[in-house]
Nanobody, 117 residues
Framework: QVQLVESGGGLVQAGGALKLSCAAS????????MGWYRQAPGKQRELVAR???????NYADSVKGRFTISRDTPKNTVYLQMNSLKPEDTAVYYC???????????WGQGTQVTVSS
């Protein structure tokens, strides 16, 4: 059974920083890609950042230059470093992992990030 466990969310003021962690139950190289999504109240879940097995990264335009996705393979953990946080970054952040064909998709339970002005 695949498990993804997020941690690191919390309450910060605008301009602050936060680092989220996503710990997988197995090797992160078993996944074709992993990423972070977020969902604010009344809005659709959106992709924030992703990293492929080969190490390629992609970011939403709204977070480019502020957020960085990275990984620690021996620890089976993916991180999201969030700098220069804005109130509009407030959302529940979810870790995601995909693998195989047909595609298997896995989600963490989510961690709340709240940015005050």
């Amino acid at each position: 059974q695949v498990q993804l466990v997020e941690s690191g969310g919390g309450l910060v003021q605008a301009g602050g920083a936060l680092k989220l962690s996503c710990a997988a139950s197995g090797s992160i190289f078993s996944f074709n890609a992993m990423g972070w999504y977020r969902q604010a109240p009344g809005k659709q879940r959106e992709l924030v950042a992703r990293i492929t097995r080969g190490g390629s990264t992609n970011y939403a335009d709204s977070v480019k230059g502020r957020f960085t996705i990275s990984r620690d393979t021996p620890k089976n953990t993916v991180y999201l470093q969030m700098n220069s946080l804005k109130p509009e970054d407030t959302a529940v952040y979810y870790c995601n992992a995909v693998r195989g064909l047909p595609l298997d998709t896995y989600w963490g339970q989510g961690t709340q990030v709240t940015v005050s002005s």
